[in-house]
């Protein structure tokens, strides 16, 4: 029997230093030959460490950290890295004018980003050196498109989304890189009827649509896969009589539509951290592994594949 081809698939990490940690690492706990990150790597925020007195504070959630020596704020750095959001040293009056600047804001918050992207990436290549894994890596409707050209232009890392991948002989990678339209108004969001197209120009590029692997970061509608909170029109979580929030289906109609009809071997999706599990789409397996990224958790999805089907998955959690 031949040897499956083991794939490690993430999504949505939002910035995390320590899940993406956990993510590389996990080529070796796994045993995986090729890890993926299905998008939303990008951190949602910025925090300003301060200048005073010789050194950095910061205040997070009403704690209040200083570091005085260059080791010290490098520790409140990590710290923040690893608390998913992106550390910014300031003072209190730069700080204050760049709040009152949208796009200036908007231009520093890109240039920290893609700074973390290269510093993940340059973490990863010393980590994954010699080990024979292949690193592949795409963006979400939360991410930046200039990282695209960061991942690129790596030289280690491979970018998932402008192009069919072949994961090994018998298998091919199509990516999309985007969401459905949501309430949030994020970066990276497209029409329904955009998504079908993107995903029917992908599948003809394929030499066999039905041994690909879609890697779709909006899971399919209608699942259990694609389950929300509900949003009032202030983005508030609206409540079911029972106290818990009233869950509702958000993925893409186009997505699901474009397993039914293309029926691929297998379907990798993110983007909705709750909605953690599997379904069957027809002979598809489609899988969306969640996110804890706020808890320092990495959920995941270790998958095999061999000629002509799925051997196994399991969801992980660590």
């Known amino acids: 029997m031949a040897r499956p081809t083991r794939v490690f698939f993430v999504a949505d990490i939002h910035g995390s230093s320590i899940c993406f940690r956990k993510f590389v690492n996990a080529a070796r706990v796994y045993r995986a030959e090729v ?54 040293r300031t003072t209190r009056a730069e700080w204050s004018a760049l709040l009152q600047d949208r796009t200036r804001a908007d ?3 890109l240039e920290l980003q893609l700074g973390e992207l290269r510093r993940w990436l ?31 232009a790596d030289g280690f890392a491979e970018l998932t989304d402008r192009e069919v991948l072949r994961i090994d ?9 985007y969401s459905n339209v949501t309430p949030w108004r994020t970066n990276r969001e497209l029409s329904e009827e955009e998504i079908a197209r993107r995903i029917d120009d992908g599948v003809a590029r394929l030499e066999d649509p039905r041994q690909a692997v879609f890697n779709l970061h909006v899971p399919p509608h209608n699942t259990p896969l694609d ?22 289906h958000v993925g ?34 489609a899988i969306n592994p969640g996110s804890a990224y706020t808890e320092g958790t990495l959920l995941g999805a270790v998958v095999d594949l061999v000629k002509g089907g799925v051997r196994a998955t399991m969801l992980t959690s660590g």
């Open 169 to 177: 002989n018998h298998h091919e990678l199509l990516t999309l890189p």
């Open 227 to 248: 389950l929300a909170p509900r949003l009032d029109e202030n983005l508030t979580k609206v409540m079911a009589p029972g106290g818990e929030p009233d869950m509702v």
């Open 107 to 109: 231009r520093v918050f």
């Open 122 to 152: 340059d973490w990863a290549k010393e980590r994954m050196a010699g080990g024979g894994s292949r690193l592949l890596l795409g963006l979400g409707n939360d991410d930046f498109t200039p990282m695209e050209d960061v991942i690129a």
């Open 35 to 88: 890890l993926v990150v299905g998008g939303d790597m990008a951190a949602k925020t910025m925090t300003p460490l301060f200048e005073e007195d010789g050194g950095y504070s910061v205040t997070v959630e009403g704690e209040t950290r200083t570091g005085r020596s260059a080791d010290e704020v490098a520790r409140l750095e990590e710290w923040l890295r690893d608390s998913a959001t992106v550390p910014f």
């Open 252 to 285: 893409s109609t186009a997505v699901r539509s474009a397993i039914e009809r293309h029926q691929p071997l297998l379907g990798l999706h993110g983007h909705i951290h709750e909605s953690k599990g599997s379904v069957t789409l027809g002979r598809t397996p």
